[in-house]
């Protein structure tokens, strides 16, 4: 089920949110948004809501579900 919603549009790549992950659930994409930025893409199996990518992300891309 998904845990947080990504809006990948505003990711300008800094990875900030990858290193934090304490469950190693965020991935750096294949693929880049209009900005030319490569986003992050998130494993919903290994994810637990813990906020923390939404906390350090600085461009806002992070909703928590639940
Ligand atoms: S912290 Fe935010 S802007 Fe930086 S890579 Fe993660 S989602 Fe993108
Ligand atoms: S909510 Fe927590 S576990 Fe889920 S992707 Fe963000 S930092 Fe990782």
Not at 11 to 33: D, F, I, R, T
Request: hydrophobic content about 30%.
């Amino acid at each position: 089920m998904e845990k947080i919603k990504i809006h990948t549009m505003r990711c300008k790549g800094c990875y900030y949110c990858v290193e934090s992950c304490p469950k190693h659930a965020l991935a750096v994409s294949a693929h880049k948004n209009d900005k030319g930025y490569n986003y992050v893409e998130v494993k919903d199996e290994l994810c637990v809501a813990c906020g923390t990518c939404f906390e350090v992300c600085p461009d806002f891309v992070y909703e928590v579900l639940e």
